[in-house]
């Protein structure tokens, strides 16, 4: 069965800070991947998508950026952290078919101070 | 545009029946999600809709109508775990958009 890991689970980096948080899938090939914020009593914001490796489409300019290095990995970035960057962000996959539903990671909680 | 509209709040008794509205407008559409959130967790898939009508999987139900643009979920029999946020979604391509979310709050 295919499962998705996605750490850490909590995080707390001061302002002007990097990041970088890591999104694996197990037990698929060629997945779509995602990486949503979710804020404060807010709906999910989707950030970026992957149809395959080193394509990446961004949905909302930002502070960040995303990278797929290998198949199964997802990697959500800053140079520096915003005060706006805090919020809930979570990894999700999909089978390589359009309409297929998404099974989200546990998430990250990011506070920035 | 985006434009995926259901109510906020809702609140019922263990035991009885709840239906959540969804409404939307979308540049593209082919199919609608609905997914449960509890809170500080994961949302976790529940049931999906590509063509008109109800799909049932245990106590809850999807109903889809594609030329209204508009869906509900009905969740039969409430039990306090039920306590959750909703959330619906329409696809796409290979994209998820959401909506807001409901909060339901199960009372004994």
């Known amino acids: 069965s295919q499962t998705i890991h996605q750490w850490p689970a909590t995080l707390v980096q001061p302002v002007g800070s990097p990041l970088s948080l890591e999104c694996t899938v197990e037990?698929?090939?060629?997945?779509?991947l995602y990486w949503y914020r979710q804020a404060a009593g807010r709906g999910l914001q989707l950030l970026f998508y992957?149809?395959?490796?080193?394509?990446i489409s961004s949905e909302v300019p930002q502070n960040l950026s995303a990278s797929r290095p290998q198949d199964r990995q997802f990697i959500l970035s800053s140079k520096k952290l915003l005060l706006s960057d805090s919020g809930f962000y979570l990894c999700?996959?999909?089978?390589?078919?359009?309409?297929?539903?998404?099974?989200f990671g546990d998430g990250t909680r990011l506070s920035i101070l | 545009g985006q434009n995926i509209d259901q109510p906020t709040e809702m609140t019922a008794t263990e035991g009885a029946i709840v239906q959540i509205n969804c409404t939307y407008q979308?540049?593209?559409?082919?199919?609608l999600f609905w997914y449960q959130q509890h809170a500080g967790e994961a949302p976790t898939f529940l049931s999906y809709?590509?063509?008109?009508g109800l799909e049932e999987k245990g106590r809850f139900s999807s109903f889809l109508s594609r030329s209204k643009g508009y869906s509900y979920l009905l969740l039969k029999e409430l039990q306090m775990k039920d306590s959750a946020s909703y959330l619906c979604?329409?696809?796409?391509?290979?994209?998820?958009?959401f909506g807001a979310g409901t909060t339901v709050t199960v009372r004994a």
């Open positions: 999700a996959w999909s089978a390589g078919f359009s309409n297929q539903p998404q099974h």
């Open positions: 037990g698929t090939s060629n997945p779509n």
């Open positions: 992957s149809v395959g490796i080193g394509q």
């Open positions: 979308t540049s593209g559409f082919n199919g």
């Open positions: 809709n590509v063509l008109d």
């Open positions: 979604a329409v696809s796409n391509d290979y994209k998820l958009s």
